[in-house]
């Protein structure tokens, strides 16, 4: 970098006598910046449409915020192509421990896709024929009619939910929708993580865990739309209320099969997921246990 700043491509980073005198005290005190703003300052300088030469702090920053949302953009397009078995999507499910934060736009644009992938509308006339032949949701006719009205308001319950709580909210209150899988460790302690997952998830980009307030409002959200359009609901609110808790509640069955699904198909179908994302922290996990043995 020092090379290139005497060749005349950029500006050094910081003033030459403080770098003089770092020297004389036998260090070098260099400022912190990014693999992108390095990039960027070792690259000859280029012009803008605006005249800005490239390499500036300006610039770079510019740089780095395109990049992080390549890098995010680039993630999605790996997520939108992830199915169980080949039919049912699992476009939710991270398996890079370390993502990158999406904007407000991509989780919209993931709730939408799942929202909308044929799978849930072909699982609605299933969801509507079980209910019917239970007798649930009596306010529903008989017949054709009443099994299509039904299929329709499953479908609905589906649609809501994806982008209330996985859209919206998120977008709105800067948490990511996204299930990160833990991968390794023992069967209970990624049991329990899924579970937990339900209730808790990531801040943007700081990547804090804190109660997933998406998740659980974005479930009693779309329990007080269904009330538009199933005739046997009520407006009662202590209703909308437990019947949000438990999808809640069920969902735990959805991020245990979430979790676990990676681990079948390499079992049984011989295929991974993951594409080797899961090697690694594996291998960590039995190279600590073989430690822990030799020290006893």
């Known amino acids: 970098m020092v090379l290139a700043a005497s060749m005349g491509w950029v500006a050094a980073p910081f003033p030459l006598h403080a770098q003089s005198a770092s020297f004389a005290a ?107 032949a239970m007798h649930a949701d009596v306010g529903f006719p008989w017949g054709a009619r009443g099994f299509w009205e039904r299929t329709g308001a499953a479908y609905l319950d589906t649609f809501n ?19 990160f899988r833990m991968g390794h460790g023992s069967m209970v302690r990624r049991s329990l993580y899924s579970l937990a997952n339900n209730v808790a998830c990531k801040h943007d980009n700081s990547g804090r865990w804190e109660p997933n307030y998406s998740n659980i409002a974005g479930n009693i959200a779309a329990g007080a739309l269904s009330n538009l359009y199933y005739p046997s609901h009520g407006s009662s609110v202590g209703k909308t209320f437990s019947n949000g808790l ?36 594996r291998a960590a996990d039995l190279a600590a246990k073989q430690a822990k043995k030799d020290q006893q």
């Open 26 to 132: 036998g260090r070098v005190d260099a400022p912190r910046i990014s693999p992108v703003q390095i990039a960027a300052l070792e690259s000859p300088p280029k012009r803008t449409s605006w005249g800005e030469v490239s390499g500036t702090p300006a610039v770079a920053a510019q740089t780095e915020e395109k990049s992080q949302h390549q890098i995010a953009e680039e993630q999605l397009k790996e997520e939108e192509k992830q199915r169980m078995l080949g039919l049912l999507p699992s476009f939710n499910v991270m398996y890079r421990p370390h993502a990158v934060s999406l904007t407000a736009m991509q989780k919209m644009r993931l709730a939408f896709r799942g929202a909308i992938d044929p799978s849930n509308f072909a699982t609605a006339p299933l969801v509507a024929g079980y209910n019917e």
């Open 161 to 179: 939910g994806s982008m209330i709580g996985t859209g919206i909210l998120p977008a709105v209150l800067h948490q990511d929708p996204r299930y």
């Open 246 to 281: 438990m999808v809640v509640v069920t969902g735990g069955m959805g991020t245990l099969v979430d979790e676990f699904w990676p681990d079948i198909s390499r079992k049984f179908l011989h295929k991974d997921p993951t594409h080797g994302l899961d090697a690694q922290p």
